[in-house]
């Protein structure tokens, strides 16, 4: 009796759990994203198929359905919760109707891009001895074909079937018990993802990778820190290389026509303690151009040589083609974290511009080279010296944004300083090896932050909007004429793009620490941002 109980139990649960799949709902067909898709993806701006929406970067959406004139109808139409409570910094990519969206600390779920049911979501399980630097985050995946590739906290690549969430592969990229770990989305190069890392604060050497998206073989690695072999091994003193940092933490941009992977670095290690790594410590703190079959380095551009503030340089390459001087060039455009902005010929990394965007006090300039005429006295001390730009930057790895309607860049600026100090410390492997630190010296609300709208042909500001207090929020551009952009205290809004006049705004409640995007599904347009934990998605009135 007890035997037949047990099998009529295991019958009926067999029989509930076969009802329970056959009433989840099932991922529906879309197109393979084919790599002609990827290098074309401006031409179909219904989807949003990389992580700044087109590989130039330009965070820049041609939908125009949502306009000047009509933006004050927006309203939300659905929210997905994220259900793990940590801070959002994801940017989701859509595909013919379905968002696929990244989840802290390494999740990532497929919802129905025009309700936000959701079809299928994949967790990925992390060791508990995680060393990692700044927040348990993951900001976005990029997709090939059917695949899904998503990087992991514990400096994994990951392969996921688009249309079931099922692992197809799980490569190690580096070993995370040695500091190293990843948040940042690849992005597709022909038959291959390319992808980089974190852990510039533990002193691992940095690298830039690619991977075969078929097998997560890897068929490159191009160190960030220059090492025997290299001619410029000699910008470390001794054997500082080996533990360099730079790390390639954001993700970049890629070129087709010149077939150039763009990838900016971080600071070198120890961030504040300049006297243990003499020189000018290439690659940190530079602009990459990597051959896209080879990985080789066909140039660089170093913005802060031997950097003793931590002023990583690893925003987001936006690549234009711009008028400057009276002929067109092919530019990256790029505001760093020094609080410069330059204006780059991407074919040959030759420097044309650069022009403080936001206050800095450690440079008189730069040179006919581009290279800083540093001041004296402003290298961290025992005691602590004060310096602009803050540890956070003019600007950090939040999104800017290029709109070739206004012929403009966009940028989250801020006018911070940062008393920074130097202490001696001895590296030990996997743990955090800084060499100082820094101290606020006021509230960071008494500094003045806006988003700036720089014109790339000569630096000139032209218009900005205040944002108190300083934003982490990153920029879309809309053919409609709009930017849209967040804030700390977890508003999301729009100004018109010509001047700054801001248009709309809603509240949702947290802080917006990622970058909005947009698509349409049946001719209708939506934009999404993530907000707190949850990815809220509007669209207009009906």
């Known amino acids: 009796m007890k ?3 047990t099998l009529l139990l295991i019958s009926l649960a067999t029989v509930a759990l076969a009802q329970d799949l056959n009433d989840a709902p099932v991922t529906p067909a879309f197109s393979p994203v084919t790599w002609d898709r990827l290098v074309n993806a401006s031409d179909e701006p219904e989807n949003w198929l990389t992580y700044s ?4 970067s330009q965070r820049y959406t041609r939908l125009d359905q949502v306009d000047i004139s009509n933006v004050t109808d927006l309203e939300l139409k659905w929210s997905y919760q994220i ?3 940590d801070r959002a910094e994801t940017t989701p990519l859509v595909v013919d109707g379905i968002m696929f969206i990244t989840e802290s600390p390494s999740n990532v779920v497929a919802v129905d ?14 060791p508990e001895d995680l060393r990692i630097c700044c927040g348990r985050n993951n900001r976005g995946v990029a997709i090939l074909g059917e695949t899904l590739y998503m990087s992991t906290l514990d400096a994994h690549l990951v392969a996921i079937d688009a249309r079931t969430g099922n692992l197809r592969w799980d490569t190690e990229v580096a070993d995370y018990a040695k500091g190293y770990s990843k948040t940042a989305a690849p992005i597709i190069v022909k038959d291959m993802v390319v992808t980089g890392i974190a852990g510039g604060e533990f002193g691992i050497r940095g690298f830039i990778d690619a991977y075969d998206a078929a097998t997560g073989e890897r068929r490159w690695r191009t160190y960030t820190v220059a090492g025997p072999g290299d001619p410029n091994v000699s910008s470390w003193a001794d054997d500082s290389w080996k533990i360099g940092g730079a790390p390639t933490w954001i993700t970049g941009s890629y070129d087709a026509d010149l077939n150039l992977v763009y990838w900016g670095t971080g600071n070198p290690a120890p961030d504040y303690n300049g006297d243990v790594r003499l020189g000018d ?3 940190s703190d530079s602009a990459l151009a990597l051959n896209g079959d080879t990985g080789e380095i066909e140039w660089h551009f170093q913005f802060t040589p031997h950097d003793e503030h931590d002023w990583d340089a690893i925003q987001i390459p936006i690549l234009a083609d711009i008028q400057f001087q009276g002929r067109q060039r092919k530019v990256m455009l790029w505001a760093n974290r020094n609080a410069f902005f330059y204006t780059i010929d991407r074919a040959t990394g030759e420097f044309l511009l650069g022009t403080p965007f936001a206050k800095q006090t450690w440079a008189s300039g730069l040179d006919s080279k581009g290279r800083p005429i540093v001041l004296p006295g402003v290298s961290p001390t025992y ?9 956070g930057g003019g600007t950090n790895w939040y999104s800017p944004a290029y709109s070739p309607k206004t012929e403009l860049f966009y940028v989250n600026s801020y006018d911070g300083e940062h008393k920074y100090i130097k202490r001696d410390e001895e590296y030990e492997e996997g743990q955090r090896f800084t060499g100082g630190g820094f101290e606020s010296v006021q509230p960071i609300d008494n500094y ?3 988003i700036r709208a720089i014109d790339p042909g000569n630096g000139e500001i032209k218009w900005e909007f205040p944002i108190q207090p300083r934003s982490s929020a990153g920029i879309m551009a809309t053919s409609g004429g709009l930017l849209f952009s ?11 793009a010509n001047n700054g006049r801001e248009l709309w705004h809603i509240s949702l409640g947290a802080r917006v620490h990622s970058a909005p995007m947009s698509f349409a599904v049946d001719g209708k347009q939506f934009i999404s941002v993530a907000a707190g934990n949850v990815v809220y998605t509007f669209g207009l009135k009906e």
């Open 281 to 283: 410590n290439l690659y």
């Open 486 to 496: 967040g804030s700390v205290d977890g508003y999301f809004y729009a100004l018109d």
């Open 53 to 56: 929406g087109t590989q130039n």
């Open 113 to 126: 891009a025009v309700t936000g049911r959701q079809y299928w979501r994949y967790d990925y399980e992390l």
């Open 83 to 85: 259900p793990v409570i």
């Open 448 to 450: 003045y932050s806006a």
């Open 3 to 5: 035997r037949l109980l």
């Open 383 to 391: 005691e602590g010296v004060l310096v602009s730009p803050s540890i």
